[in-house]
């Protein structure tokens, strides 16, 4: 079975632009969360969607949204970018509650 | 709140010397407790997890956990570590909501 699927890969934005990252989760799979890795340090949550419903909010500005589709892929922007944008984000899907899977995550670059 | 804290920024071991990476917890009520590992440009994988019951849990590639409610720790083991297995640990605590740990870097020398 194929994992979770995030693009693009890599990308290099300019500060005060805006992005927007992708993720399709594992089939059968209806929750998505997000998560930013800074780099040294560990993962940080930003989104949790299930059902297209936000489910929990991490400690982020509104400058972070996100949203999920009828099929359960969802997409994460980010607008105004500041130079500490600058991370791996990562996209995590799970079946039960409290059991997430990774995708290999977007390099995000803001120059 | 929800945290965690792993001790040991890096880590270096001989190839086929044992390992152990430690892990404390804060977390409210009974946790859920996870570690995963990254290898360098990649996503996270999940090595084991635990919810209930057994204390000890096996995992994949070897590994095995140890939860100790008392001590608030949740330590990860390998009995004899591969070249293979160098990359970065972390520890995560939580339910739909997981908080990390800085991670534990880990270095294999032949």
């Known amino acids: 079975d194929a994992g979770v699927t995030q693009s693009p890969t890599h990308l290099i934005k300019t500060r005060g632009q805006q992005v927007t990252l992708r993720c399709s989760p594992i089939?059968?799979?209806?929750?998505v969360s997000w998560y930013q890795q800074v780099l040294g340090q560990g993962p940080q949550f930003i989104f949790q969607y299930y059902e297209k419903e936000e489910r929990g909010r991490g400690n982020f500005p509104d400058r972070f949204s996100a949203r999920q589709f009828p099929n359960y892929s969802s997409e994460l922007n980010v607008n105004a970018l500041l130079l500490g944008d600058s991370a791996l984000y990562l996209c995590?899907?799970?079946?039960?509650?409290?059991?997430?899977?990774f995708g290999p995550g977007t390099r995000l670059t803001v120059t | 709140a929800q945290s965690v804290t792993q001790p040991d920024i890096h880590i270096t071991v001989s190839e086929g010397a044992s390992l152990e990476l430690r892990c404390n917890y804060s977390?409210?009520?009974?946790?859920?407790l996870f570690w995963y590992v990254q290898s360098p440009g990649q996503g996270l994988q999940l090595l084991l997890k635990?919810?209930?019951?057994?204390?000890l849990v096996q995992g994949i590639k070897g590994f095995e956990a140890e939860f100790k409610r008392s001590q608030s720790s949740f330590n990860l083991r390998k009995p004899s570590v591969h070249w293979s297995d160098a990359a970065e640990y972390f520890c995560a605590v939580g339910g739909d909501k997981l908080s990390f740990g800085a991670g534990t870097t880990v270095t294999v020398r032949a």
């Open positions: 635990y919810f209930s019951g057994d204390t």
């Open positions: 995590a899907s799970s079946l039960s509650p409290y059991e997430q899977y």
């Open positions: 089939s059968g799979h209806k929750s």
């Open positions: 977390y409210g009520a009974t946790p859920y």
